[in-house]
């Protein structure tokens, strides 16, 4: 099962990521959760904040390892490198263990202007090919509100596509935009996530959903928590502290193992 996160600032991504890695976990299989955000913090979602997050080093900035897969120096452009490196063993090296979940955190890339071909986007892309393509665990990729780091040749191997999307129009319409991108490159399941919603918003917002991005189902929804929320501020898990989350979560990936069979 391979499960991509994605969405506009701030709707939940990462909060989903880490509590659908703890859950699968909890269900008796092996997890590889993928930090794939700049601005990475799947870490705190799935174990609370801790000292080990703080000395994580993202794989895009380990120049040496770049330079050894690839045969160039990070941030050279035009130069010769490799375009297939060698990565397949690069879970077990790289991947840090959390509760028994195996994390791997791939930081950001300098953006050129016109979409980077350089070596460490080069061998992130590889990374990521190969972890949906040839791994055989659950793996849960945490992205930006974007989907640069897939590409055609990946999009094929992604099971389901989880958009979140939060009440109101604007992260929808990031949505729809998310929507187009991912189908353009060949991804088919897509579906919605609504999260944060308040009493009387669900059925409001499942029909801007369906009227605004018809082909992208809503396959589970959460409500706001003020649990979720203190966990955030507490540096804990909301999987640790909020039993109606958890409860969400579960539905959620109930839905998704129907929309995979
Ligand atoms: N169901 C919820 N109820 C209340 N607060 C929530 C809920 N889900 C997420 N939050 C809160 O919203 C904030 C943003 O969540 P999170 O970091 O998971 O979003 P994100 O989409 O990953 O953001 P970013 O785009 O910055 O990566 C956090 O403070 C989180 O605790
Ligand atoms: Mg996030």
Known sequence: MKIAITG???VGKTTIAGALARLYKDKGY???AVDAD?????ASAIAGVSKIQQEIVPISQMKKLIEERTGAKPGTVGSFFRINPKVDDLPEKLGIELLGIKLLVLGGVEKGGSGCICPESTLLR???KSLLVERDEVVIMDMEAGIEHLGRGTAESVDVFVIVVEPG???????KSINKLAKDIGIEKIFLVLNKVRKGEKRCMEEKARSIIPNAPVIGWINESQKVRLADI?????????KIFVEKINSLKEELGKAVS
């Open 8 to 10: 506009k600032g701030g």
């Open 30 to 32: 092996k997890v590889l």
């Open 38 to 42: 700049p601005d990475a913090n799947l």
């Open 126 to 128: 590889s990374l990521i």
């Open 169 to 175: 129009l604007r992260s929808l319409e990031t949505a």
């Open 234 to 242: 507490e540096g804990k898990s909301s999987y640790d502290l909020d």
